[in-house]
């Protein structure tokens, strides 16, 4: 059974960094799509970072510039770094992964439970 685990949430002040980490078990992230997304309390989940299979990555507007998603295929690990953090990125963060194919219907199969990322002023 699949299974990804965040990790690397926490609290930090505005114009702080941290990195999320995203760790996979019986999966790869090698030539498949990923991506991270934020939820807000009432709100929508946003994809904020995603990486394809060729290793293009897009950015949602409100994160270009300041966060990234690389990776370690051989260690099973997506990542998301964040720096310059505003109030307005706090959320509940979810990587999710699967085939391009599936992910490009916006449907990837597997998600992480989630890691919490507070920002404050």
């Known amino acids: 059974q699949v299974q990804l685990v965040e990790s690397g949430g926490g609290s930090v002040q505005a114009g702080g960094s941290l990195r999320l980490t995203c760790t996979a078990s019986?999966?790869?992230?090698?030539?498949?799509?990923s991506a991270w997304f934020r939820q807000v309390p009432g709100g929508g989940r946003e994809r904020v970072a995603h990486?394809?299979?060729?290793?293009?990555?897009t950015y949602a507007d409100s994160v270009k510039g300041r966060f990234s998603i690389p990776k370690d295929n051989a260690k099973l690990v997506l990542y998301l770094e964040m720096n310059d953090l505003k109030v307005e990125d706090t959320g509940m963060y979810f990587c999710?992964?699967?085939?391009?194919?599936?992910?490009?219907?916006?449907?990837?199969?597997?998600w992480g439970q989630g890691t919490q990322v507070t920002v404050s002023s």
């Open positions: 999710a992964s699967d085939f391009c194919s599936q992910f490009s219907r916006g449907q990837p199969r597997y």
């Open positions: 019986r999966w790869s992230f090698r030539d498949v799509c």
């Open positions: 990486i394809s299979n060729d290793l293009t990555t």
